[in-house]
């Protein structure tokens, strides 16, 4: 089998330094074990944070180890009766993540069959960790209320629709911002935003935000950091909520860039400002996935991937998201 470990840790934008393919061989698979291939691979930001060793709420990669990362696999042989050759897995049960490797050995005790009723991939995206990340950051830390402004920063990625798409169920009014004129045509033709700003076509943010939005901000879903939540920032309404789920411009700066200082706006407008893991609604999941499953089904929430094909091509693809090649989910099919 192939598998791809973390070779060093990257300072600044991961390089072809960070990766190493590596052939190895599994044993069979014991009593109570299962042999699956990965099928489909999530690629998501938060895997350059495990690149570093610093304290977080998930422990880092280690150095010349696999690195590893949501999925669905194929179960190809199994020693546990609850699995047959052939059936969808995902891990469960304390487990989040697949090795990078063409296959690997699971307990049947960390797997859990997927229902075949929906697409699979929409199980890394819609109806997966982003899908849930979008509710509850936007409903339980945004609380939106009908007739209210929600601007979406990394609109066009697999958060960013789904937020935009709830705001909308909600009743609000809904801008997007994106990085280039398909991204943000495709928010407003396709996924009913009502307005979208191209940030890499825009030298006035600020100005741009307040077209956009005339009424002001109530609800910014920060998806990137940096510049374009400066910007966003002289926008905000009385009481305005921010839900502080990712900072993606920054992940990659060696030194953390100084904005604007924002506490006089926080202050001045009793701002809520709140970062997240989604971890933190575990306990919640089931109530996030039935409502997204509705919303899928009765067709008011569509999706979008960017299916990358090829094994090898997994750190492609995650550096890919560092400069928005995807249109929603960044999947590998391997
Ligand atoms: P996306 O599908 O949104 O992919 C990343 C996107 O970020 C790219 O497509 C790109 O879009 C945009 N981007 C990249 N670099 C920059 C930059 N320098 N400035 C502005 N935009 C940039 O990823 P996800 O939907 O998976 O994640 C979105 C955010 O949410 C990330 O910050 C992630 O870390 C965070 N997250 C947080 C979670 C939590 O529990 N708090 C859980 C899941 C995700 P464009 O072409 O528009 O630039």
Request: charged share 20%; hydrophobic share 40%.
């Amino acid at each position: 089998i192939q598998q791809i470990l973390l070779n060093d840790r990257p300072k600044g934008m991961p390089s072809s330094d960070t990766f190493k393919t590596v052939s190895a061989e599994l044993p069979a698979p014991v009593e109570g074990e299962v042999l699956v291939k990965p099928v489909y691979f999530s690629v998501d930001p938060y895997l350059r944070g495990r690149m570093q060793d610093e304290k977080s709420y998930i422990p880092p990669f280690k150095i010349q180890e696999p690195i590893e990362s949501g999925g669905v696999a194929a179960v190809v042989e199994s020693k546990d009766t609850r699995f047959r050759e052939g059936d969808l897995v995902m891990p469960s049960n304390g487990k989040n993540f697949f090795p990078w490797a063409t296959a690997c050995i699971f307990s049947g005790d960390h797997l859990r069959k997927i229902d075949s009723s929906i697409p699979p991939t929409y199980y890394l995206g819609v109806m997966g960790m982003p899908g849930l990340t979008a509710y509850f950051g936007l409903m339980d830390i945004g609380k939106p209320k009908a007739g209210e402004t929600v601007v979406i920063s990394g609109a066009a990625g697999a958060v960013g629709l789904v937020t935009g798409q709830i705001a909308k169920i909600q009743g609000c009014r809904v801008v997007g911002i994106a990085g280039g004129a398909e991204k943000v045509q495709m928010l407003t033709d396709e996924f009913n935003f009502d307005a979208a700003i191209d940030y890499k076509n825009n030298p006035d943010m600020t100005a741009a935000i307040g077209a956009a939005c005339p009424n002001g901000v109530d609800i910014y879903y920060d998806n990137v950091g940096g510049e374009i939540s400066d910007a966003v920032m002289y926008h905000l309404n009385p009481f305005a909520r921010i839900p502080v789920c990712g900072q993606i411009a920054l992940y990659n700066s060696t030194e953390i860039p100084m904005g604007p200082r924002v506490q006089p706006t926080l202050i001045k407008f009793s701002v809520l400002m709140q970062g997240f893991t989604i971890g933190n609604y575990a306990a919640r999941y089931q109530e996030g996935i039935k409502q997204l499953g509705e919303w899928v089904k009765t067709g008011k929430i569509k999706f979008t991937e960017t299916i990358v094909e090829g094994f090898d091509q997994l750190p492609t693809a995650l550096l890919g998201l560092f400069s928005g090649k995807n249109s929603g989910k960044m999947i590998v099919k391997v």
